[in-house]
């Protein structure tokens, strides 16, 4: 079925850092693509989407492309901030009717 | 927009006692989800809502679950017979039904059970 991939294990960096987080996707149509963020203590939020091939979503310094030749989502942000700590789910809307997730990766930055 | 509220936000319970969390989705949102996420995963869908019809279950709902929203506005879900593996984070999601607000989902902070 449709899926979603994320690469493995926590990523620590320190603050103003370049941060990429890979994701990419299995699907047989052309879903929607999200990153979702879930902060400590807090439920998810939507980070950013994208609806088509090359549709480039931003938000708080974030960044994903669409890219349909590569299958790929990736998450990028230029100069990471303590408050950017979190967990962030690579997603995909897929049968019109819900979200699958990916594993999720565990961002630390450290000051 | 008060957001998506769920009720308890922790529920400890012992093997083989019922339990039951409710979800308060946005008031004009007309789908609502369950999922559960436990540790280390990311959610897994569990089923959904579109107003007060359940329109679809995952194979993970087993016959212990049951998820209701009578009227269209919030949701209970309850587990049966509960056992150590339904301990996890439940989490209860809306959004608009119509085109690309059908994507958009807003999720509650989640009801954390632990089965002892």
């Known amino acids: 079925g449709d899926s979603v991939t994320q690469m493995e294990g926590p990523v620590t960096l320190s603050e103003e850092a370049f941060l990429t987080i890979n994701c990419t996707y299995t699907?047989?149509?052309?879903?929607?693509l999200f990153w979702y963020v879930q902060y400590p203590g807090e439920g998810l939020q939507l980070l950013l989407k994208?609806?088509?091939?090359?549709d480039k979503g931003s938000n708080k310094g974030f960044e994903a492309t669409y890219r349909k030749e590569t299958t790929s989502f990736h998450l990028e942000k230029g100069s990471v901030q303590v408050s950017d700590s979190a967990v962030y789910f690579c997603?995909?809307?897929?049968?019109?009717?819900?979200?699958?997730f990916g594993k999720g990766n565990q961002v630390v930055v450290i000051p | 927009d008060t957001g998506v509220s769920q009720d308890p936000r922790h529920k400890i319970t012992k093997r083989g006692q019922n339990v039951t969390f409710r979800c308060d989705p946005i008031?004009?949102?007309?789908?609502l989800y369950w999922y559960r996420q436990t540790l280390g995963q990311g959610p897994e869908f569990l089923t959904y809502?579109?107003?007060?019809?359940?329109?679809?279950k995952s194979r993970l709902l087993s016959d212990r679950f049951s998820a209701e929203r009578p009227k269209g506005s919030f949701s209970t879900l309850e587990i049966q017979r509960t056992e150590q593996g339904d301990s996890a984070m439940y989490l209860c999601?809306?959004?608009?039904?119509?085109?690309?607000?059908?994507?958009?989902?807003?999720f509650g902070s989640g009801t954390q059970l632990s089965v002892l």
């Open positions: 994208a609806t088509k091939a090359d």
């Open positions: 999601a809306s959004s608009l039904g119509l085109f690309e607000g059908r994507e958009k989902l807003f």
């Open positions: 809502f579109q107003n007060e019809a359940q329109l679809e």
């Open positions: 997603a995909l809307f897929y049968g019109n009717n819900r979200l699958a």
């Open positions: 008031s004009e949102h007309n789908r």
């Open positions: 699907a047989t149509g052309y879903p929607s």
